[in-house]
């Protein structure tokens, strides 16, 4: 039995750009970025799991964390059918030293590329961001 996952992602800008991870549908041969962080724990709030996520991801701590949305992501990974309910946070990096590079480093827990990625890549449709429907969300707040 498939079951919906909770989701909490932090929105981190750097001017136009946002901190993604970079992943891959290898089923659909699709390079892909999504936001940091991940599922929601029992008994844990959507906030407090980005909190712990970003811990386990960069060992970076967050500020000025302020939910701005939910969307519901119904997709398809590696074949398989996925139902998301994704919890939307702006944030801060208490550590500056994150926003002076690019090339952010990478996931503690998977290796996974964590970058700045231009919207304007987004938006021209060089690059792919997920979950569906973030992009105009971030788009209408500006």
């Not at 724990?41 to 000025?64: I, K, M, N, V, Y």
């Not at 997920?130 to 788009?139: K, N, R, V």
Request: proline share 4%; no cysteine.
């Amino acid at each position: 039995m498939t079951k919906i996952r909770p989701l909490a992602l932090g929105v981190i800008r750097r001017g136009e750009d946002l901190l993604v991870f970079e992943g891959r549908d290898h089923a659909k041969g699709e390079t892909y970025h999504r936001p940091l962080g991940g599922g929601i724990e029992f008994g844990e709030t959507a906030a407090e799991a980005l909190h712990r996520e970003f811990q386990e991801e960069l060992a970076a701590e967050l500020t000025s964390v302020e939910q701005i949305a939910v969307l519901e992501n119904v997709f398809t990974y590696e074949g398989r059918p996925g139902h998301e309910i994704v919890f939307l946070f702006t944030a801060d990096l208490t550590d500056k030293a994150f926003y002076e590079r690019d090339e952010v480093g990478v996931v503690l827990d998977d290796g996974a590329r964590v970058h700045w990625l231009p919207m304007s890549d987004v938006a021209s449709g060089k690059a792919i961001l997920y979950p569906d429907g973030l992009a105009a969300l971030l788009s209408a707040q500006h």
